[in-house]
Protein backbone atom coordinates (compact mmCIF):
# COMPACT_ATOMS: atom_id res chain seq x y z
CA UNK A 1 0.00 0.00 0.00
CA UNK A 2 1.52 3.23 -0.82
CA UNK A 3 -1.29 4.77 1.48
CA UNK A 4 -1.63 8.67 0.35
CA UNK A 5 0.31 10.12 -2.09
CA UNK A 6 0.59 13.94 -3.50
CA UNK A 7 2.51 15.67 -6.52
CA UNK A 8 4.42 17.78 -6.78
CA UNK A 9 6.03 18.06 -4.01
CA UNK A 10 7.08 21.42 -4.46
CA UNK A 11 6.25 24.37 -6.58
CA UNK A 12 6.34 28.01 -7.47
CA UNK A 13 3.86 29.79 -9.26
CA UNK A 14 3.87 33.02 -10.65
CA UNK A 15 0.58 35.61 -9.03
CA UNK A 16 -1.91 34.58 -11.45
CA UNK A 17 -1.26 31.28 -12.36
CA UNK A 18 -3.42 28.58 -12.12
CA UNK A 19 -2.39 24.79 -11.01
CA UNK A 20 -3.61 21.40 -9.87
CA UNK A 21 -2.45 19.69 -6.91
CA UNK A 22 -2.98 16.10 -7.06
CA UNK A 23 -3.95 13.02 -4.25
CA UNK A 24 -4.42 10.04 -4.48
CA UNK A 25 -4.88 7.19 -1.83
CA UNK A 26 -5.70 2.93 -2.37
CA UNK A 27 -7.14 2.03 1.20
CA UNK A 28 -10.60 2.53 -0.61
CA UNK A 29 -11.44 5.19 2.04
CA UNK A 30 -14.62 7.03 1.32
CA UNK A 31 -13.73 10.25 3.26
CA UNK A 32 -10.88 12.45 1.81
CA UNK A 33 -9.60 15.88 2.74
CA UNK A 34 -7.51 18.81 1.49
CA UNK A 35 -5.61 20.83 4.39
CA UNK A 36 -3.62 23.91 4.53
CA UNK A 37 -0.75 24.50 7.00
CA UNK A 38 0.78 27.67 7.60
CA UNK A 39 4.15 28.52 10.18
CA UNK A 40 3.13 29.01 13.00
CA UNK A 41 -0.69 27.64 12.68
CA UNK A 42 -2.58 24.26 12.83
CA UNK A 43 -3.99 22.85 10.13
CA UNK A 44 -7.11 24.55 8.06
CA UNK A 45 -9.69 22.46 6.22
CA UNK A 46 -10.15 23.67 2.65
CA UNK A 47 -12.67 21.31 1.20
CA UNK A 48 -13.42 17.27 1.99
CA UNK A 49 -15.45 14.88 0.02
CA UNK A 50 -17.63 11.68 1.65
CA UNK A 51 -17.64 10.27 -1.46
CA UNK A 52 -17.21 10.07 -5.29
CA UNK A 53 -19.34 13.03 -6.23
CA UNK A 54 -19.86 14.46 -3.39
CA UNK A 55 -17.81 17.51 -1.79
CA UNK A 56 -17.87 20.33 0.52
CA UNK A 57 -16.33 23.48 1.60
CA UNK A 58 -14.54 23.85 5.10
CA UNK A 59 -13.09 26.68 6.35
CA UNK A 60 -10.85 28.38 4.04
CA UNK A 61 -12.14 27.46 0.70
CA UNK A 62 -11.83 30.38 -0.97
CA UNK A 63 -9.56 30.32 -4.27
CA UNK A 64 -9.75 26.60 -4.31
CA UNK A 65 -12.02 23.88 -6.33
CA UNK A 66 -12.01 20.54 -6.09
CA UNK A 67 -13.93 17.40 -7.76
CA UNK A 68 -14.00 13.75 -7.03
CA UNK A 69 -15.07 11.08 -9.78
CA UNK A 70 -13.57 8.24 -8.54
CA UNK A 71 -13.00 7.03 -4.46
CA UNK A 72 -9.57 6.77 -5.25
CA UNK A 73 -8.36 10.59 -6.20
CA UNK A 74 -9.38 14.13 -4.81
CA UNK A 75 -6.91 16.91 -7.26
CA UNK A 76 -7.25 20.24 -5.61
CA UNK A 77 -6.89 23.26 -8.36
CA UNK A 78 -5.76 26.88 -7.46
CA UNK A 79 -7.26 29.41 -10.10
CA UNK A 80 -5.64 32.69 -10.11
CA UNK A 81 -2.97 32.17 -7.31
CA UNK A 82 -1.88 34.86 -4.98
CA UNK A 83 0.76 34.90 -2.42
CA UNK A 84 -1.71 34.34 0.19
CA UNK A 85 -1.67 31.22 -0.89
CA UNK A 86 1.63 29.85 0.06
CA UNK A 87 1.45 27.35 2.19
CA UNK A 88 1.79 23.28 2.41
CA UNK A 89 -1.16 21.41 1.29
CA UNK A 90 -1.93 18.30 3.33
CA UNK A 91 -4.35 15.92 1.21
CA UNK A 92 -5.61 13.02 3.78
CA UNK A 93 -8.00 10.28 3.88
CA UNK A 94 -10.78 7.98 6.25
CA UNK A 95 -12.43 5.09 6.32
CA UNK A 96 -15.47 6.56 7.72
CA UNK A 97 -16.49 9.83 9.38
CA UNK A 98 -15.67 11.32 12.74
CA UNK A 99 -14.80 8.45 15.12
CA UNK A 100 -11.87 7.74 12.68
CA UNK A 101 -8.31 8.41 12.04
CA UNK A 102 -6.94 10.07 8.90
CA UNK A 103 -4.03 9.07 7.07
CA UNK A 104 -1.78 11.86 5.36
CA UNK A 105 -0.20 12.34 2.73
CA UNK A 106 3.28 13.77 2.66
CA UNK A 107 1.99 17.07 1.81
CA UNK A 108 3.05 19.99 -1.39
CA UNK A 109 5.20 23.11 -0.34
CA UNK A 110 3.50 26.22 -2.88
CA UNK A 111 5.30 29.50 -3.21
CA UNK A 112 3.51 31.85 -4.87
CA UNK A 113 5.39 34.86 -5.87
CA UNK B 1 -17.82 27.68 18.22
CA UNK B 2 -16.25 24.22 18.89
CA UNK B 3 -12.55 24.26 19.13
CA UNK B 4 -9.60 22.53 20.65
CA UNK B 5 -6.38 24.79 22.28
CA UNK B 6 -3.14 23.97 22.96
CA UNK B 7 -2.17 26.23 25.47
CA UNK B 8 1.89 25.95 24.86
CA UNK B 9 3.76 26.71 21.86
CA UNK B 10 6.70 24.51 22.76
CA UNK B 11 7.76 22.14 25.76
CA UNK B 12 11.36 21.00 26.55
CA UNK B 13 11.58 17.97 28.51
CA UNK B 14 15.10 16.37 29.34
CA UNK B 15 15.61 12.68 28.03
CA UNK B 16 14.29 9.89 30.50
CA UNK B 17 12.27 12.31 32.12
CA UNK B 18 7.87 12.01 31.85
CA UNK B 19 6.50 14.61 29.25
CA UNK B 20 3.02 16.02 29.08
CA UNK B 21 1.92 17.76 26.00
CA UNK B 22 -1.54 19.90 26.90
CA UNK B 23 -4.95 20.03 25.33
CA UNK B 24 -8.14 21.29 26.14
CA UNK B 25 -11.20 21.24 24.06
CA UNK B 26 -14.47 23.50 24.53
CA UNK B 27 -17.27 21.18 22.29
CA UNK B 28 -20.95 20.47 22.72
CA UNK B 29 -22.11 16.72 22.95
CA UNK B 30 -19.51 13.87 22.94
CA UNK B 31 -15.87 14.67 22.18
CA UNK B 32 -14.18 12.64 19.40
CA UNK B 33 -10.48 13.36 20.76
CA UNK B 34 -7.30 12.58 18.21
CA UNK B 35 -3.97 13.35 19.13
CA UNK B 36 -1.26 13.51 15.80
CA UNK B 37 2.69 13.69 15.46
CA UNK B 38 4.26 15.82 12.35
CA UNK B 39 8.01 14.94 11.95
CA UNK B 40 9.98 18.16 9.55
CA UNK B 41 9.12 17.54 6.00
CA UNK B 42 6.41 14.82 7.19
CA UNK B 43 2.65 14.33 6.93
CA UNK B 44 0.90 14.00 9.99
CA UNK B 45 0.61 10.54 12.17
CA UNK B 46 -1.63 9.33 14.05
CA UNK B 47 -0.89 8.47 17.30
CA UNK B 48 -4.25 7.84 19.55
CA UNK B 49 -7.53 8.76 19.64
CA UNK B 50 -10.78 8.97 22.60
CA UNK B 51 -13.93 7.71 21.19
CA UNK B 52 -16.22 6.58 24.23
CA UNK B 53 -14.89 4.15 27.51
CA UNK B 54 -11.98 4.02 29.65
CA UNK B 55 -10.19 7.60 30.20
CA UNK B 56 -6.87 6.38 29.78
CA UNK B 57 -6.18 5.82 25.80
CA UNK B 58 -2.91 4.00 24.94
CA UNK B 59 -1.33 4.73 21.78
CA UNK B 60 1.67 4.36 19.45
CA UNK B 61 5.54 4.92 20.86
CA UNK B 62 4.43 5.11 24.31
CA UNK B 63 2.55 7.58 23.95
CA UNK B 64 -1.22 7.57 26.35
CA UNK B 65 -3.77 10.39 27.28
CA UNK B 66 -5.91 11.01 29.54
CA UNK B 67 -9.49 12.15 28.88
CA UNK B 68 -10.96 14.69 31.75
CA UNK B 69 -14.73 15.37 31.43
CA UNK B 70 -14.22 17.54 34.36
CA UNK B 71 -11.70 19.86 33.13
CA UNK B 72 -12.43 19.35 29.37
CA UNK B 73 -8.73 18.68 28.67
CA UNK B 74 -7.26 15.43 26.55
CA UNK B 75 -3.48 15.47 27.87
CA UNK B 76 -0.67 13.92 25.86
CA UNK B 77 2.03 11.87 28.30
CA UNK B 78 4.74 9.53 28.50
CA UNK B 79 6.40 7.93 31.41
CA UNK B 80 9.81 8.48 29.61
CA UNK B 81 10.81 10.75 26.93
CA UNK B 82 13.33 9.89 24.10
CA UNK B 83 15.46 12.28 21.73
CA UNK B 84 13.56 10.92 18.97
CA UNK B 85 10.14 12.23 19.96
CA UNK B 86 10.94 15.83 19.40
CA UNK B 87 8.35 16.80 16.86
CA UNK B 88 5.14 19.09 16.38
CA UNK B 89 1.84 17.34 17.90
CA UNK B 90 -1.17 18.14 17.20
CA UNK B 91 -4.69 18.03 19.05
CA UNK B 92 -8.03 17.36 16.89
CA UNK B 93 -11.23 16.98 17.48
CA UNK B 94 -13.49 15.30 14.81
CA UNK B 95 -17.40 16.14 14.31
CA UNK B 96 -19.51 16.13 11.13
CA UNK B 97 -17.09 14.44 9.26
CA UNK B 98 -14.17 17.73 9.77
CA UNK B 99 -11.62 17.94 12.45
CA UNK B 100 -10.88 21.03 13.89
CA UNK B 101 -6.90 21.36 14.85
CA UNK B 102 -4.90 23.11 17.53
CA UNK B 103 -2.18 25.07 16.55
CA UNK B 104 0.52 22.53 17.51
CA UNK B 105 2.74 22.04 20.08
CA UNK B 106 6.69 21.87 19.42
CA UNK B 107 7.98 19.12 21.98
CA UNK B 108 11.91 19.21 21.78
CA UNK B 109 13.62 16.46 23.84
CA UNK B 110 17.02 17.44 25.44
CA UNK B 111 19.79 14.69 25.54
Known amino acids: NAGVTQTPKFRILKIGQSMTLQCAQD?????MYWYRQDPGMGLKLIYY???????DKGEVPNGYNVSRSTTEDFPLRLELAAPSQTSVYFC????????????FGPGTRLTVT | AQSVAQPEDQVNVAEGNPLTVKCTYSVSGNPYLFWYVQYPNRGLQFLLK??????LVKGSYGFEAEFNKSQTSFHLKKPSALVSDSALYFCAFSGTYKYIFGTGTRLKVLA
Open chain 1, 49 to 55: SVGAGIT
Open chain 2, 50 to 55: YITGDN
Open chain 1, 27 to 31: MNHNY
Open chain 1, 92 to 103: ASSSSGDTYEQY
